[in-house]
């Protein structure tokens, strides 16, 4: 399963009532740093499609988003499990640190 595009009208929907953990990018299409990070998320969301749910806010097309949880750095990844935020981590990182967040062995 591919990486949902996250807005303020699915977002409620897709992170807050999943049924598995959710794995959030809050990221710009201009930055640096979110698109190195880009291809790790993305094959997260291939390889473990059946225990993580993974999707994408841009931060310009969503600020609400982004100011409703805090983020004031880019690329922030954020850990939902059952509509609550359970990790958090700002700047580029490896794969292995992201499945770390997600309480996922590598």
């Known amino acids: 399963m591919a990486e949902i595009i996250l807005t303020g009208k699915n977002f409620e929907e897709e992170v807050m009532h999943a049924d598995r953990t959710v794995l959030v990018d809050f990221f710009a299409t201009w930055c640096g740093p979110c698109r190195m990070i880009a291809p790790i998320v993305e094959k997260i969301a291939e390889e473990y499609a059946d225990t993580v749910k993974v999707g994408k806010v841009d931060v310009d097309e969503s600020p609400e988003l982004a100011a409703a949880?805090?983020?004031?750095?880019?690329?922030?990844?954020?850990?939902?499990?059952?509509?609550?935020?359970?990790?958090?981590?700002?700047?580029?990182?490896?794969?292995?640190?992201?499945?770390?967040?997600?309480?996922i062995d590598a």
């Open 69 to 103: 949880f805090g983020v004031s750095s880019i690329p922030t990844l954020v850990v939902f499990r059952d509509g609550q935020v359970v990790n958090k981590t700002v700047g580029y990182c490896s794969k292995e640190e992201i499945l770390s967040l997600l309480d």
